[in-house]
């Protein structure tokens, strides 16, 4: 798959439609969302971010298995004005949910995550190579 690269200067018009079209799908409808992520590894770690501005990290849940990360959370609006005339309306509400395959193997109950300025970083410790053991065949003589 292509990645298309965001460019605010990009009209948006075209995508509208597609966007309305994946907001039936199951888990975007309703006001949902799925936040953006970055993913990468150094030496010992894979390391995920993705920016959750607005959100409380206490009501985000993070877990990790069978070498999957799962995030998921609630993004809530204090106060709801219905008789707003709004020109565009972006900002997402509701509920979210990410599932990411991690590129290695990890050690999913040593892993830590961190809130700053609306940006949660997720680092996981990779698991140790797994190095093939060697069978000695025993012959009688």
Not at 40 to 54: H, M, P, S
Not at 57 to 78: A, W, Y
């Amino acid at each position: 798959m292509a990645m298309i690269k965001w460019s605010p200067f990009l009209d948006m018009e075209p995508f509208e439609e597609m966007e309305k079209m994946l907001d039936t799908w199951p888990g975007r409808g309703r006001g949902g969302f799925t936040p953006a992520i970055d993913m990468y590894e150094d030496k010992d770690n894979v390391i995920v971010e993705t920016q959750l501005a607005g959100i409380d990290p206490e009501k985000v849940n993070i877990s990790i298995e069978n070498d999957v990360l799962c995030v998921k959370g609630e993004s809530e609006k204090k106060s709801e004005v219905e008789d707003k005339n709004y020109y565009r309306k972006e900002i997402r509400r509701g509920g979210f949910y990410r599932s990411i395959q991690l590129p290695a193997h990890v050690l999913g109950d040593e892993a830590s995550a961190a809130a700053e300025d609306g940006v949660l970083k997720i680092t996981i410790p990779k698991a140790p190579e797994l190095k093939p053991k060697t069978i000695k065949i025993k012959t009688k003589k």
